[in-house]
């Protein structure tokens, strides 16, 4: 009998192994309960808790948008305050359900990581901050300066080409954190400091004087900002990219928060197929035919995230720029809903 639960034990486990990694997470997640989501630590404007201790921010607002989809309630996430270095391994060892947390694109951390990017939520680029006082209007004026830069990052090589090919001499100052590398240019350490540019905008406010420094107008790298989820896992996969695409489709068809009432009952064909009237493109995700409703009613469309959390009107004061929807000159474009 013994012999036969070994038996059993071990068929189950090896089925269990046979499965791609992080299939079932749209099963794990709704036994659960409840969303685990991997969050930047401190980053105002995209993950930084408010005075009363709750989570805000454009990448935690993407994690209360997949919780919607899911459960059509956004209290059910659990944010996972991640470390640059430990991001990647807590999504690919299951710590996580999804990665959002200001995290490039790249090849290598797909084919070499087993994670897949869903969607491009922010296209940033990297840039530099400096003292208004070092009266640079350029970085090709940064030669012979001393740079801090967050190593693990994709910053740190992006660096050294960018000086590498305008030749040009620098000093380089890596620190583990963020949290280091912007305390040593505040201290004078540096003369700028160099990440993705919405983090500038975003790290500026943290240093004693932000009215002291300037984001230069160089963007030397593309940083294709977005949500990861564990490869072999296309649902969850299907969920995430097509979250976003609701929010965009969504503003692209003027439908928000505070029109979603009126557009449940709109005659127009498209608004009708977005917010599942009518339709069953819930379903075959695994969905409530409504899920995208829940998502514009609960947490808005691109435009009401991107705005309340780090757009003009709001402390970082970040224009729209590339982010603006294709059919404002932007790049956002969310494939139709049909
Ligand atoms: N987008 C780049 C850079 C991301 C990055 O690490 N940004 C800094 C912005 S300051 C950060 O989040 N640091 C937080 C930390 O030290 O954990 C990447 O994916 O490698």
Known sequence: MKKAIGTIGL????AAMAQPMG???LEVVRDRGKLICGINPDLPGFAARDPEGSWQGFDVDFCRAVAA???GDISRVEFKPLANADRLTALKNGD???LSRNTTWTMARETELGISFAAVTYYDGQGFLVRASLKAESALELGGKSICVQTGTTTEANLADYFRSNKLSY???TFPTAQEAVAAYDDGRCDAFTTDVSALFAQRLKLAN?????ILPDIISKEPLSPAVRQGDDRSFKIVQWTHFVMLNAEELGVSSKTIERAMVSDNAEIRRLVGVGGNA????????DWAARVIGLVGNYDEVFERNVGIGSKLGIPRGINQLWTHGGIQYAPPIQ
């Open 11 to 14: 068929a189950v486990f090896l």
């Open 96 to 98: 996580i359900d999804l």
């Open 23 to 25: 299939a079932q997470t």
């Open 282 to 289: 819930g379903t075959d995700l695994g969905l409530s035919s």
């Open 69 to 71: 989809a899911v459960f």
């Open 210 to 214: 932000p009215d002291e420094h300037v």
């Open 171 to 173: 000093q380089v100052e």
